[in-house]
Structures are given as C-alpha cells and as structure tokens.
C-alpha cells in the first residue's frame, strides 16, 4: 500500500543522517529558490490568509512546500503524517 511505503521512506530520511550542510548543499537548488519566488507570488493571497489566520509564516510554509513535495501535491504528505501520528498513538 502507497501509505506504508511513504512512512518507511519517511522514516529513512536523510536529514536524520546527514549533516546540516550536506543535507542544504544537496537540497537547497536555484531551481527550489526559483519556483518557491514563483509560488509565493502565485498564492500570495492565500499565503497572507493562512498566516494571517493561523500565524503560520508564508515563507515557513513555502520551504516546507518545496521541501516535502517539490511543490508537487501536499496531500500524500499530509496523509504519511496522519499514518505516522495514528501509528504512534494509542487510544485507551
């Protein structure tokens, strides 16, 4: 099932095995830069609510955009979060 694969694949990240600098020398591209200029321009109206609504900042939210999904689809992330958390949680 694609959620198991995601959470063992999450588990094994390499930001948990790798040196700060390793890790954004690696990751951090122009292309991220870029595309994350691009995107905040694009959804600078719903960037402004949700920071303005939840205190989240727009360019915390950006970088983990970028991060998590390349600025792809957030929904698998978010769902491999949900799995994480149900996975760790006991309800008693």
């Given at each position: 099932m694609q959620v198991e694969h995601s959470v063992a694949l999450d588990r094994v990240q390499p930001e948990f095995h790798e040196e700060v600098w390793q890790y954004l020398n690696i990751r951090v591209s122009d292309w991220?830069?870029?595309t994350g200029?691009?995107?905040?321009?694009?959804?600078a109206e719903l960037l402004a609510r949700v920071e303005r609504d939840y205190a989240v900042d727009r360019y915390i939210m950006l970088g983990l955009w970028g991060m998590e999904s390349a600025f792809g689809d957030v929904v698998l992330s978010l769902a491999v979060r949900a799995a994480e958390l149900a996975d760790t949680t006991t309800l008693s």
């Open positions: 991220r830069i870029r200029k691009e995107r905040a321009k694009e959804y």
